[in-house]
T-cell receptor
Framework: DGGITQSPKYLFRKEGQNVTLSCEQN?????MYWYRQDPGQGLRLIYY???????QKGDIAEGYSVSREKKESFPLTVTSAQKNPTAFYLC?????????????FGDGTRLSIL | GQNIDQPTEMTATEGAIVQINCTYQ??????LFWYQQHAGEAPTFLSY????GLEEKGRFSSFLSRSKGYSYLLLKELQMKDSASYLC????????FGTGTRLLVSP
C-alpha cells in the first residue's frame, strides 16, 4: 500500500541536542510538507518542498532545517536553536505543488524535551 | 500574507446539523480543503471546493464563496464519532491551515 511513514512515533530531546524526524513517502508525490501542531491548536507550516533539491521556509522555520535529496524523503531536523520543540509534528505530501489534490499525512511524531 | 479564521469550539447534539465556518485571506488560491482530525491522530481529507457553490458528499457538504473569502462545512445527522477537530486549509503551493474547530457531539 502507498503512504507516508513517519518515524519515530515518539522522540525525546535533551537540552542542546539536535534531533531528526524521518518522513518517507512511496506515493511518487512531488510536494512534501512539515507542520507543527501544539495542543488544541491548528497546523503551522515549518517547511515545504515542491521538487527534489529545493525547499522553502514556511511560517515558523526558525530553529528547524530540512533537506530534499530524494523525491521520497524529506527529513526534518529540530536544532538546539528551537527553544520550545515539544509538539506533534506532521509530514504531508501532495502529487504536485499546484494541483487540486488533497494532502496525505503521516501518523506524526511526538517530540518532548527530557 | 495568509490568514485563516475558524471558530475555536462548537457543541451540538446527536442527529442535529452543524455548520462550521472558515474565512480566509491568501496570497494565492487553488481551492479550499476541509480535513477531520481526531485527537492524537493525523488529519484525514473530507472535502474540496475550487469553484463557488456547494459540494455534497453524503452527510458532509462544503460551500465556497471566493469573492467573500468564505467557506463552510455542513455536517448532517451528527453522530458521536463526529466529535473531532475540523481544519480548513488553503493556499497555492504554500498550504496553510486555520486553527481548527473542535466539535463536541453530545447524546
Amino acid at each position: 500500500d502507498g503512504g507516508i511513514t513517519q518515524s519515530p512515533k515518539y522522540l525525546f530531546r535533551k537540552e542542546g541536542q539536535n534531533v531528526t524526524l524521518s518522513c518517507e513517502q512511496n506515493l511518487n508525490h512531488d510536494a512534501m510538507y512539515w507542520y507543527r501542531q501544539d495542543p488544541g491548536q491548528g497546523l503551522r507550516l515549518i517547511y515545504y518542498s515542491q521538487i527534489v533539491n529545493d525547499f522553502q521556509k514556511g511560517d515558523i522555520a526558525e530553529g528547524y532545517s530540512v533537506s530534499r535529496e530524494k523525491k521520497e524523503s524529506f527529513p526534518l531536523t529540530v536544532t538546539s536553536a528551537q527553544k520550545n520543540p515539544t509538539a506533534f509534528y506532521l509530514c504531508a505530501s501532495r502529487r504536485d505543488p499546484s494541483s487540486n489534490q488533497p494532502q496525505h499525512f503521516g501518523d506524526g511524531t511526538r517530540l518532548s524535551i527530557l | 500574507g495568509q490568514n485563516i479564521d475558524q471558530p475555536t469550539e462548537m457543541t451540538a447534539t446527536e442527529g442535529a446539523i452543524v455548520q462550521i465556518n472558515c474565512t480566509y485571506q491568501t496570497s494565492g488560491f487553488n481551492g479550499l480543503f476541509w480535513y477531520q482530525q481526531h485527537a492524537g491522530e493525523a488529519p484525514t481529507f473530507l472535502s474540496y471546493n475550487v469553484l463557488d457553490g456547494l459540494e455534497e458528499k453524503g452527510r458532509f457538504s462544503s460551500f465556497l464563496s471566493r469573492s467573500k473569502g468564505y467557506s463552510y462545512l455542513l455536517l448532517k445527522e451528527l453522530q458521536m464519532k463526529d466529535s473531532a477537530s475540523y481544519l480548513c486549509s488553503t493556499g497555492f503551493q504554500k498550504l496553510v491551515f486555520g486553527t481548527g474547530t473542535r466539535l463536541l457531539v453530545s447524546p
